[in-house]
């Protein structure tokens, strides 16, 4: 199983809404990501999570929480968002951080209206 | 600040026709190269490359990195329409602790029957 499953596939949320992105991998990899698209443009680098814990945050604003409860599950809650927010959020795993090889999911395409 | 360059930014072919896709990079502590595959969503890796002069293969596509002159190619023999996509170029490096991706613009290929 080389899956990274990201729900929902797509998402339509108001400004004061609170709401949650999922992912998981059950590659056994212990590095994980979260990465911003806007249209036209390469992903960004949002988060790291390495074993579980938080390693990179990338100066992203608090309305963006990321959580990892085990190593296979991967969440981004988001509150108070804004229409800039609108976007492709795009999962990805490796094996370790540090490993380049990454597995991206399908993706989040998120409107914020 | 890493740096990716890619050219073109976009490309549109014929059938059949070969391509080639570049890639410079300026990164401090360089780790690897990787291309990656953009169709509507999630990136598909393709190759990851380190050492110089050793070209990666894969049907009809190719690569090969050049690191005294900090570039590398994409080649796409006997184009078909499916290989029309966004080709990105990334750069991981090994500074500190942090191991970040760092991708190109992207190049949007349009191969046409």
């Known amino acids: 199983d080389t899956e990274v499953t990201q729900t929902p596939k797509h998402l339509v949320m108001g400004m004061t809404n609170k709401k949650s992105l999922k992912c998981e991998q059950h590659m056994g990899h212990r590095a994980m990501y979260w990465y911003k698209q806007k249209a036209k443009k390469p992903p960004e680098l949002m988060f790291v999570?390495?074993?579980?814990?938080?390693?990179i945050n990338e100066s992203v604003p608090s309305r963006f929480s990321p959580e990892c409860p085990n190593s296979s599950l991967l969440n981004l809650h988001l509150h108070a968002l804004q229409p800039e927010d609108s976007a492709l959020y795009l999962c990805?795993?490796?094996?370790?951080?540090?490993?380049?090889?990454?597995?991206f999911g399908q993706g989040t395409r998120l409107t914020v209206v | 600040e890493d740096k990716v360059v890619q050219s073109p930014l976009s490309l549109v072919v014929h059938e059949g026709d070969t391509v080639t896709l570049n890639c410079s990079y300026e990164?401090?502590?360089?780790?690897?190269l990787l291309w990656y595959k953009q169709e509507k969503k999630a990136p598909t890796f393709l190759f990851m490359l380190?050492?110089?002069?050793i070209e990666k293969k894969s049907g009809r596509l190719s690569s090969i990195l050049d690191k005294k002159e900090l570039f590398s190619i994409l080649n796409i023999t006997a184009t078909q329409t499916g290989d029309s996509a966004v080709y990105l170029c990334?750069?991981?490096?090994?500074?500190?602790?942090?191991?970040?991706?760092?991708f190109g613009k992207g190049t949007l290929l349009t191969v046409n029957p």
């Open positions: 380190t050492s110089s002069g």
């Open positions: 990164v401090t502590n360089f780790r690897s």
């Open positions: 999570y390495s074993y579980e814990k938080l390693s």
């Open positions: 990805a795993s490796s094996q370790f951080q540090g490993f380049a090889e990454a597995f």
């Open positions: 990334a750069v991981q490096n090994s500074g500190g602790s942090n191991y970040k991706l760092t």
